[in-house]
């Protein structure tokens, strides 16, 4: 590691990972590109008014980050915020994304929903990615490199639309983690087992009761963890996947109403029609002639 500038004055404070230029609103770029022509070895840095996600999903680094150094191993995303001083060393080889995104893209937008990405860049995180995650993410960030290189009709918006997908998918897993934290790993492994349990078996109409006993807890337990966890009873978090079905097939499917009753577990189509309403407000006739309008 090279010995830190004295003061920050002495800091380098780029526009973008290494040019004095205006950035574009979102840049993505492998790790190999940059890191192989410096062997493997960023200087300490700052971009002002963007925002960076490390995304190392093979291979280790080193990471100086304000006064830390951390050591991480991947598949690894690291959150750096505008004015955090960082700088990287990654081992030989290392492989993964670098990803810059302009504070516009985040907290300039219309859909009131830029406080989803805020918990990832209140201060420098360093989030482990499991598989699944991992794989949308990877998925996402090759798709944005192939727009970089050939860009087309709105090359801009695909490259922000693609960015927030990124950031979403992060910030579920930074979610995950904080949970996990707050709630204890049993805790988090129990509602994470019963939302599995809830995948399985929604069609069956089977009570809470039913997967109380399943997961060796009392129903009043049940229930207080998925207030906890989801602000929801067991009960809403079933009928919510069994609606959230109900409500694809009403988009996707040819089958009637009465058939897709059936194939939810109702026995009798009035009172799916009935549980329908309750839930969207609107009729499952009316809902299927929404969604084709």
């Not at 809470?208 to 009960?235: E, I, Q, W």
Request: charged residues 25%; positive net charge.
């Amino acid at each position: 590691m090279t010995t830190s500038p004295r003061n920050a004055t002495d800091i380098p404070r780029f526009a973008l990972y290494g040019e004095h230029i205006p950035a574009e609103a979102v840049h993505v770029e492998l790790i190999e590109t940059r890191s192989r022509l410096h062997d493997w070895h960023i200087a300490r840095h700052t971009h002002p008014g963007l925002f960076q996600v490390l995304f190392l999903l093979r291979g280790s680094v080193r990471a100086a980050i304000e006064e830390a150094v951390w050591e991480r191993k991947g598949p690894v995303a690291i959150t750096v915020h505008p004015s955090v001083v960082h700088g990287f060393d990654f081992a030989e080889g290392a492989q993964g994304y670098v990803l810059t995104v302009d504070q516009n893209v985040l907290f300039a937008t219309h859909d009131h929903h830029d406080d989803l990405f805020a918990p990832l860049f209140v201060e420098p995180l360093s989030l482990a990615l499991a598989r699944q995650p991992r794989a949308r993410i990877e998925a996402l960030l090759r798709n944005m490199v192939e727009e970089a290189a050939w860009p087309q009709q709105g090359n801009a918006l695909m490259l922000e639309w693609l960015a927030r997908s990124v950031l979403l998918l992060l910030a579920r897993v930074h979610a995950e983690h904080s949970a996990a934290t707050r709630s204890g790993q049993g805790e988090f492994r129990l509602f994470a087992a019963f939302r599995a349990a809830v995948e399985q078996r929604y069609k069956d109409g089977a009570p809470v009761a039913h997967y109380a006993d399943l997961l060796r807890v009392t129903p009043v337990r049940l229930n207080r963890l998925c207030l906890k966890m989801a602000g929801k009873s067991a009960f809403d978090i079933v009928q919510d996947r069994l609606m959230l079905e109900a409500c694809r097939k009403l988009t996707y499917a040819p089958s009637s109403v009465a058939s897709i009753a059936y194939e939810l577990g109702f026995q009798d189509p009035a009172y799916f029609s009935r549980a329908f309403k309750r839930h969207a407000g609107i009729t499952p006739k009316e809902y299927r002639a929404r969604r084709a309008a």
